[in-house]
């Protein structure tokens, strides 16, 4: 799939969701990607998980950390998985991405008692 291979050795993608009024919210985001579906870890009661549990159609671009998009917009669906063999998985992936960064702030979050979540996002065709 031609548009999944712009994320090929990307950090970041850029995730845009939409509040209940329909005004846009950007947010660059690391991410995973195992076959055809793409993963996002973040905080369980971060605005983005809030906003797709409403609407689940996202928009998402590779970008630079600063959100400057590096490749173009592709629609996709997405929403939260709660599934532990794939919370296993993806954490696994992020690990062999971003190594001892990922730990880093993985440490950080359990220190505060943060909960994760896992956002699956598939394409849409």
């Not at 950090?11 to 947010?27: A, C, I, P």
């Not at 983005?48 to 600063?66: F, H, L, S, T």
């Not at 296993?88 to 440490?107: A, E, M, P």
Request: proline residues 2%.
């Amino acid at each position: 799939m031609k548009t999944l291979e712009q994320f090929e050795k990307q950090k970041y993608l850029n995730l845009e969701t939409f509040r209940k009024n329909g005004q846009s919210m950007k947010t660059p985001v690391w991410f995973t990607q195992a076959g055809q579906t793409i993963y996002v870890l973040t905080m369980a009661n971060s605005g983005k998980v809030k906003r797709i549990r409403n609407n689940g159609w996202v928009n998402i671009a590779p970008c630079k950390m600063d959100g400057k998009l590096t490749g173009t917009w592709v629609q996709a669906q997405a929403r939260h998985v709660t599934d532990t063999e794939i919370s296993t998985t993806v954490d696994r992936l992020l690990d062999k991405k971003y190594g001892l960064l990922k730990k880093i702030f993985q440490n950080r979050r359990s220190n505060e008692n943060a909960q994760n979540a896992i956002l699956e996002i598939i394409i849409a065709e």
